[in-house]
């Protein structure tokens, strides 16, 4: 205790409490990470159209319109489809809690996964759109990652960054990360196009590409951090931070302490 | 008489007679000494290095890390040739990592992929070359920073602070080239756009980028000419040009931080050899073993998550490398209103200011600093004493705001990102930072002039009235007042030993005949200069101001105000 008070003033003590602080917020980080939801489509029936109908009026209809023909606050849903519903839902985007430049992603899911299915099947059967995906291409097991990753550097890369670590649009809006995003929400996003993303139908991306992206972006996860931290993955910008603020404190630190010790 | 004569020159001779001849070396380190030495005769210029004195502070360690970087860069670089294919030429990809397998990219690429996962330590070398070359422009930068506001810069080591100047950006083409060679996404995007900023030169621009790219872009060449330029041209201006610094450093001897028994005159430190060597080279090891550190639990560039380059895909988030940042964010903030027609041809102002001539007006104007500043203070003496940055207030005031502009076209480089992790608009960002690039630098001058002059009446005050003890002191009649404890000779004479120059009076900008000449306008030009530099100044205490502030009694060596100063030095010495 005495030789650590001793100490406390000691050069290296500062470059020491900045390793620690470092540390810690990684952990930290690491703990409170949003974790993707989990979801699984069920079947539809009539009784679930109905129950669905029933959801939309008491949670959606304030700002969707009582037969979901959109009003002031929120757009008509009619012809968006089941896979519109379950990602908005699904990655807790909606029910929208307040205005906002781009609905974010929700930190909870508010519905659990039958009454999501349920209020798909309800906006599906108003108009047709796209449907929830089939199991074969959500999980992207038909899927080659090497393509992927081509089609994900040229299709999606300008808005997400290539590592997928996301990037900013103009006037706040921004492409989320799509990292460790659930295969079925990734083609969904793609089937849909929420918000400022363009949508890739089956005759710009085909259900093999589609499963590719997938593929590629959970092989690319799933490869260990072969060359340490990864700073967020955010480029140059938080190498040179990095850099400047832990590297040079250590080297002046070193500096500072080879200084201290007597010739 | 002759006898005579040469019996006396013998007998004043005999005192430095020719030491007896060193008997043979015994270890075998001074058989080596002496074999090199009898055929190259570097005894003589060995024993002169060796004595040099080195003063110690943190401070001058700074350009020691700025040469290990470099020094562990030439170390790992080499390594990295051995495996590097600096070519084109498409392959499919087939190593061992499998998001890439079988894609076709240049062997640029696949082979830095090989080093990166397929070579044994291929990985750590790659990340400590790049570390290096990060930490090397970081603490080449700092240590301008250092020379520049201790003033280290004076006559005579102008030409040290320019070829300084140079290194430094030297520094940034090379690693600029370096980051290129991988030819992954990223650094494609920056060849790209190096190559958009050619063609912005008035004029010449399509005929600049076609022959430096040997064609249209991207062809085939570009790869193979940066490597040499990497590897080959570069390095050679930089060793050769490092290799002068350090040898004027020797040549000027040291500067030294002020204080009691530093002069003009002296280097107050430790010999070369064997203390200082001792502990540079501890040094090296320290800052090489912090690299590897670094290097092997973070990673830098990792440039198979970016895939190859190709000129379709563009990704949110690129950028190019720290260092040049600053260019980039001058890009992001001109506005695009300067791009416009003239004659049929289109001139993209917006492009060129920022990309082409930012680093050579940026780096002009720092290497004319110590000339500017002369012309003005018109001091013609040699300085090898620091300047503390507070006893030069609008030096340290103009270096702080070119920082701060600075800084503001480095974070302009990251409006993106500042706008997705701040949730907040990109547009406003670019908006407030094109404001802020001209008013906070004048901020800054501001801010930092009047903190230095405080912190100069502060060191004022604590010379003629001592320093806050902190001991309160009841009087009979009960007052109360602070114990001020007198300084010890040697903090004082830190604080009283800088000269603070009155600025030159303004002449009427007309000679003697009333007709103004352009000679009389330049002096009254300077003069302003002058003004501008020293209107606002503390001076430091007189021996006399000393005396009187001691009038109880309790003065010491101070006698005649004029030599208080020495006197006061001198004691110190004995
Ligand atoms: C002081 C000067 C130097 C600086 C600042 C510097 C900087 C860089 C940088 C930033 C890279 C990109 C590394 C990456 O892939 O992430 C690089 C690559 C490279 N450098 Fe250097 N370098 C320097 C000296 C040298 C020297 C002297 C050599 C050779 C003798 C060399 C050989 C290479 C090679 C072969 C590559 C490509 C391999 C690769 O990217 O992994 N460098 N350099």
Same mark, same amino acid.
């Given at each position: 205790m005495n030789a650590l008070a001793a100490r406390r003033?000691?050069?290296?003590a500062i470059a020491l409490l900045l390793v620690l602080g470092l540390a810690l917020v990684g952990a930290a980080y690491s703990l409170f990470a949003p974790k993707p939801a989990q979801a699984a489509a069920t079947a539809v029936s009539a009784d679930a159209i109905n129950e669905g109908r029933q959801l939309f009026l008491s949670?959606?209809?304030?700002?969707?319109g009582l037969s979901a023909e959109g009003t002031k606050s929120g757009p008509t849903l009619?012809?968006?489809?089941a896979a519109s519903v379950d990602f908005q839902v699904g990655t807790g985007?909606?029910?929208?809690s307040a205005p906002n430049v781009q609905a974010p992603r929700g930190?909870?899911?508010?519905?659990d996964e039958k009454q999501i299915a349920a209020m798909a099947a309800y906006v599906a059967s108003l108009a047709p759109g796209p449907a929830i995906p089939d199991e074969k291409v959500s999980s992207?097991?038909?899927?080659?990652a090497a393509l992927g990753g081509e089609l994900f550097r040229v299709n999606c890369a300008m808005c997400h960054n290539v590592s997928g670590a996301g990037g900013a649009l103009t006037r706040g809006k921004y492409a989320p990360?799509?990292?460790?995003?659930e295969g079925k929400y990734i083609v969904e996003a793609m089937l849909?196009?929420?918000?400022?993303m363009p949508v890739f139908d089956d005759k710009n991306i085909n259900e093999e590409g589609k499963a590719s992206i997938v593929n590629y972006l959970k092989t690319f996860e799933s490869q260990p951090n072969v060359g340490g931290m990864?700073?967020?993955?955010?480029?140059?910008v938080s190498e040179g931070l990095f850099i400047w603020i832990f590297g040079l404190a250590l080297m002046i630190g070193t500096a500072f302490w080879l200084g201290q010790k007597a010739a | 008489m002759s006898t005579a004569a040469s019996a006396r020159a013998a007998d004043l001779r005999a005192g430095d007679a020719k030491a007896a001849p060193l008997g043979a070396p015994k270890t075998a380190a001074g058989k080596v000494a002496v074999w090199a030495d009898e055929r190259t005769g570097i005894a003589k210029g060995a024993s002169v290095m060796l004595k040099k004195v080195f003063p110690d502070h943190w401070s001058f360690m700074l350009g020691e890390v700025a040469m290990y970087s470099m020094i562990i860069c030439l170390l790992t670089g080499v390594f990295l040739t051995f495996w590097f294919v600096p070519s084109m030429g498409e392959v499919a990809y087939q190593g061992s990592?499998?998001?890439?397998?079988g894609i076709t990219m240049s062997e640029a690429y696949s082979s830095t992929l090989a080093i990166s996962f397929?070579? &044994?330590?291929g990985l750590l070398i790659r990340q400590i070359h790049h570390w290096a070359a990060l930490m090397f422009v970081v603490s080449l930068s700092v240590h301008m920073f250092r020379v520049f506001f201790t003033g280290a810069f004076r006559k005579p080591r102008e030409i040290n602070w320019v070829i300084g100047t140079i290194l430094s950006m030297l520094a940034l083409i090379e690693g600029f080239a370096g980051y290129s060679l991988p030819d992954d996404l990223l650094s494609g995007t920056g060849i790209r756009a190096a190559e958009g900023f050619m063609r912005s030169?008035?004029?010449v621009g399509s005929w600049v980028s076609y022959i430096v790219f040997g064609g249209?872009?991207?062809?085939?060449a570009i790869i193979p000419r940066l490597y040499s330029v990497h590897i080959l041209l570069l390095p050679a201006i930089l060793v050769g040009l490092f290799a002068a610094h350090l040898i004027l450093v020797m040549v000027h001897k040291h500067t030294q931080y002020p204080?009691?028994? &530093?002069?003009?005159n002296n280097v107050v430190g430790f010999p070369l050899m064997p203390v200082y060597t001792a502990k540079a080279g501890g040094f090296f090891f320290l800052v090489f073993g912090l690299l590897t550190l670094i290097s092997a639990l973070v990673t830098i560039n990792p440039i198979w998550a970016y895939g190859p380059y190709d000129p379709s895909p563009v990704t949110a988030g690129?950028?190019?490398d720290w260092y040049m940042g600053f260019a980039d964010g001058a890009l992001r903030l001109?506005?695009?209103?300067?791009e416009f027609e003239i004659f049929g041809f289109t001139l993209s102002l917006n492009v060129f200011l920022g990309a082409i001539l930012l680093i050579p007006v940026m780096y002009t104007i720092t290497g004319a600093y110590p000339f500017i500043e002369r012309w003005v203070t018109g001091d013609n003496r040699e300085h090898h004493l620091l300047d503390r940055p507070r006893n030069a207030p609008t030096r340290t005031a103009l270096g702080v705001a070119a920082i701060t502009a600075y800084i503001i076209l480095f974070l302009a480089a990251g409006n993106d990102i500042m706008a997705i992790r701040l949730q907040m608009s990109i547009n406003d960002i670019t908006e407030a930072l094109r404001v802020l690039f001209f008013v906070a630098p004048v901020l800054a001058f501001w801010v930092t002039k009047r903190i230095c002059l405080s912190l100069q009446r502060h060191d004022r005050d604590t010379v003629l009235?001592?320093?806050?003890?902190g001991t309160l002191v009841r009087t009979a009649e009960g007052k109360y007042y602070e114990v001020h404890e007198d300084l010890d000779p040697y903090t004082r004479w830190k604080l009283v030993s800088f000269e603070s120059p009155a600025p030159i009076a303004i002449g009427s900008g007309k000679d003697a005949n009333g007709v103004s000449s352009k000679a009389a306008k330049k002096e009254r030009r300077r003069a302003k200069l002058s003004r501008f530099y020293f209107k606002d100044r503390v001076e430091p205490v007189t021996p006399a101001e000393l005396a009187a502030a001691h009038h109880?009694?309790?003065?010491?060596?101070?006698?005649?105000p004029s030599a208080a100063p020495q006197a006061v030095k001198r004691a110190k010495q004995d």
């Open positions: 003033r000691h050069p290296a949670n959606c209809a304030s700002c969707h009619i012809g968006v489809g985007r909606m029910p929208l930190e909870r899911v508010m519905y992207g097991e038909g899927g080659d990360p799509v990292q460790g995003v849909t196009g929420p918000q400022s990864n700073l967020g993955n955010l480029g140059p | 990592y499998l998001p890439l397998k397929d070579v &044994r330590g030169i008035p004029i249209a872009f991207p062809g085939e204080g009691p028994g &530093r002069t003009e690129s950028q190019p001109l506005p695009g209103a300067l009235h001592g320093r806050e003890s109880h009694g309790e003065h010491e060596a101070i006698e005649a």
